[in-house]
T-cell receptor
Framework: NAGVTQTPKFRVLKTGQSMTLLCAQD?????MYWYRQDPGMGLRLIHY???????AKGEVPDGYNVSRLKKQNFLLGLESAAPSQTSVYFC???????????FGSGTRLTVV | AQRVTQPEKLLSVFKGAPVELKCNYS??????LFWYVQYSRQRLQLLLR??SRESIKGFTADLNKGETSFHLKKPFAQEEDSAMYYC??????????????FGKGTKLSVKP
């Protein structure tokens, strides 16, 4: 039982490059979330989804896009990476909305 | 505004000493609060939720609406308690089911 799996675990991008982060969960959870974690800032919500085919903006959505074409997958895209997007990205899923998140292990992204 | 404040970035105590990790919140209505913990090289995981009034790993947290606080306490700290601790609040904006907003976190270091 893998839980929440994030790929890749590490990535270095050049400014202007694009990439997609994948979050996959095998718990049949309806809710999925993308957060970014920055030193001194805690975790901030980027986008979230309340079910297959739905997405919504969180606190810091600019520069990111998401898709939830399949229930088990939640993709986070960076169309044109900027150094300000250097961060650790965490995906989480939940069966009960905000009442119990299961987190992935994170993706450390550096934009140079 | 809905907000979670953890005033201490770092808290250092000796083994066996009492621990109190502070969390204050700003919320209109009945708040729902949680503590999450991230041990070194591990995933974020739920430690406890205020509604269940449970004690996990010797930690407790009481919601004080008068002081708008949800401090995390443990009477005798252990070295294995060293970790990053995040206080979180369910934010319900626009009538949504709600998402978690996190404080900036407090790093607890328990010295032998």
């Amino acid at each position: 039982n893998a839980g929440v799996t994030q790929t890749p675990k590490f990535r270095v991008l050049k400014t202007g490059q694009s990439m997609t982060l994948l979050c996959a969960q095998d718990m049949n959870h309806e809710y999925m979330y993308w957060y970014r974690q920055d030193p001194g800032m805690g975790l901030r919500l980027i986008h979230y989804s309340v079910g297959e085919g739905t997405t919504a903006k969180g606190e810091v959505p600019d520069g990111y896009n998401v898709s939830r074409l399949k229930k088990q997958n939640f993709l986070l895209g960076l169309e044109s990476a900027a150094p300000s997007q250097t961060s650790v990205y965490f995906c989480a899923s939940s069966a009960m909305g905000p009442y119990g998140y299961t987190f992935g292990s994170g993706t450390r992204l550096t934009v140079v | 505004a809905q907000r979670v404040t953890q005033p201490e970035k770092l808290l250092s105590v000796f083994k066996g000493a009492p621990v109190e990790l502070k969390c204050n919140y700003s919320y209109s209505g009945s708040p729902e609060l949680f503590w999450y913990v991230q041990y070194s090289r591990q995933r974020l995981q739920l430690l406890l939720r205020h509604i269940s009034r449970e004690s996990i790993k010797g930690f407790t947290a009481d919601l004080n609406k008068g002081e708008t606080s949800f401090h995390l306490k443990k009477p005798f700290a252990q070295e294995e308690d060293s970790a990053m601790y995040y206080c979180a609040l369910i934010s319900r904006l626009g009538g949504s089911q709600g998402n978690l907003i996190f404080g900036k976190g407090t790093k607890l270091s328990v010295k032998p």
